[in-house]
């Protein structure tokens, strides 16, 4: 069992930027497909950022591409996501996912997910 944990949400002036971390404990990350998600009030869940089991490969949609970047250091069991110039739009809680795959996975299919950090971007 793989239980991850976000921590950095917060709330910032549009423009702003955060830093999301998600860790587990006990489980080290190395073989898992790291994803980003988010979900706004009344939303479906949507896709963020993905990256590669060994962090070479990373993946976006449209909607943050520039802006926002995921990574990972899996001696530290830590994925990260940098939000920069953060919009109104982007207020959502943001979810971790991890599923054991050498594939990106940009959909929801991932079998563990954090119980999520509120992230509130202010006009």
């Known amino acids: 069992q793989v239980q991850l944990v976000e921590s950095g949400g917060g709330l910032v002036q549009a423009g702003g930027s955060l830093r999301l971390s998600c860790t587990t404990s006990?489980?080290?990350?190395?073989?898992?497909?790291m994803g980003w998600f988010r979900q706004a009030g009344g939303k479906e869940r949507e896709f963020v950022a993905a990256?590669?089991?060994?962090?070479?490969?990373?993946a976006y949609p449209d909607s943050v591409k520039g802006r926002f970047t995921i990574s990972r250091d899996n001696a530290k069991n830590t994925v990260y996501l940098q939000m920069n110039s953060l919009k109104p739009e982007d207020t959502a809680v943001y979810y971790c996912?991890?599923?054991?795959?050498?594939?990106?996975?940009?959909?929801?299919?991932?079998?563990?997910w954090g119980q999520g950090t509120q992230v509130t971007v202010s006009s």
């Open positions: 996912a991890a599923k054991k795959s050498g594939f990106i996975l940009t959909t929801l299919q991932y079998d563990y």
């Open positions: 006990g489980r080290t990350f190395v073989g898992y497909a």
């Open positions: 990256v590669s089991t060994s962090g070479s490969r990373t």
